[in-house]
């Protein structure tokens, strides 16, 4: 039976560092709050001018040549954000124009944090029944061009970071090697205010009419909004239902998990989450420290980073677990 398998992967981070005490600079936070709450005590921001498809070719590129082919040898293309280069096209084509691969199909997936888990489960569906061979799935994440960096925007602006990730899902046989096992998905859209950017509200008519004005668009609607409280419960409850059903469906236990991936929330919720399944810390990465949540970026990032550190090895069971706006979250148990 034909299976797919993750065969490359990649990252790439803007250059410019931003640590928590630069953040204080701009409003009213400190790097104890920040870290205590989050965990988080860096990031990275891209200078204006650079849009989200551009950070994801350099991504894309060292996951194809981790995999040892090329933009040539694509045959589709999955590209995860929530900030697009354009709220159209969308950016699978804006990404696709500058990887040089005219006609290779491209698919935008527009499910937040837990895009990268719904692009692989996409790529894995289509690899199984051999549509496509070789599927680019790309996360990649522009966050600081639009957050509020005054006082009022702290309680998001404080949480998020740039980066793209990116990951090669190619054809592999039932023979026990590296594939996906598994990928489970979930999706609440009763919860779409918890977590939102309303600036493309096309109720309005026109849509960036606000009190008879054209062109301004009120200042609550400009950023984006958070319920914290709300998404942190939802989280820890999602990540940790999804990861009980990945568990069961494959037969295993936490005990069977040798690395756990899951998306940069905050790091209290992954910390959470593991303890809840029964995952040791010491199997759990949080690349969140170093780079804040990057999104749909942040699980390729992850494995990225793990084996980078020599803790992502040939044959571990890796779980991989996201939540976020929509609510939309999942798992997903790959061998590597
Ligand atoms: N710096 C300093 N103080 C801040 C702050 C910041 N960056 N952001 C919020 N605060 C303040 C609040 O205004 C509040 O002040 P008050 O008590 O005077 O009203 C206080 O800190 C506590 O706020 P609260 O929201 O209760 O804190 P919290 O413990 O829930 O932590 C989050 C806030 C955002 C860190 C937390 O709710 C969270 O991580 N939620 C999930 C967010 C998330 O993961 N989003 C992405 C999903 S993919």
Not at 29 to 48: C, H, K, L, M, N
Not at 79 to 88: C, E, G, N
Not at 92 to 119: E, H, K, S, W
Not at 185 to 194: E, K, S, V, W, Y
């Amino acid at each position: 039976m034909l299976r797919s398998r993750i065969s490359g992967i990649g990252m790439y981070v803007p250059e410019e560092v931003v640590r928590n005490e630069d953040l204080a600079s701009l409003m009213d936070t400190s790097d104890e709050w920040i870290v205590q709450r989050t965990g988080i005590r860096e990031r990275r921001f891209a200078p204006a001018g650079v849009c989200t498809s551009e950070i994801a070719v350099p991504a894309a590129q060292a996951a194809l040549a981790d995999a040892g082919i090329s933009s040539a040898d694509v045959d589709l293309v999955l590209f995860a954000t929530l900030s697009p280069d354009f709220h159209f096209p969308g950016t699978g084509c804006t990404f696709q124009a500058r990887m040089g691969m005219p006609g290779v199909p491209v698919m935008d997936i527009r499910n937040q944090c837990t895009g990268f888990l719904y692009a692989l489960a996409t790529a894995d569906a289509f690899v199984r029944i051999g549509t496509y061979r070789t599927v680019l799935v790309v996360g990649a994440e522009i966050h600081s061009h639009a957050m509020d960096f005054s006082t009022t925007g702290r309680d998001v602006a404080v949480l998020f970071g740039d980066g793209a990730g990116a990951a090669v899902v190619t054809p592999t046989l039932d023979t026990g090697g590296p594939r996906v096992r598994s990928v489970h998905l979930h999706a609440d859209g009763r919860h779409a205010d918890a977590l939102r950017l309303r600036v493309w509200d096309i109720s309005r008519k026109p849509y960036l009419q606000h009190e008879g004005q054209v062109g301004v668009v009120p200042p609550e609607e400009r950023w984006p909004e958070m319920n914290g409280r709300e998404v942190f419960r939802h989280a820890v409850e999602g990540m940790t239902a999804a990861l009980h059903e990945m568990l069961e469906a494959n037969a295993l236990t936490a005990a069977d998990i040798d690395l756990f991936v899951p998306h940069q929330a905050n790091m209290r919720i992954s910390e959470l989450v593991a303890r809840r399944v029964g995952i040791p810390p010491d199997k759990v990465v949080h690349s969140i420290v170093d780079y804040g949540n990057t999104t749909a970026a942040s699980i390729p990032m992850g494995l990225c980073l793990a084996r980078e550190q020599g803790r992502l090895r040939p044959g571990m069971r890796v779980a991989l677990a996201a939540f976020g706006s929509g609510f939309t979250w999942g798992s997903a148990l790959v061998v590597w």
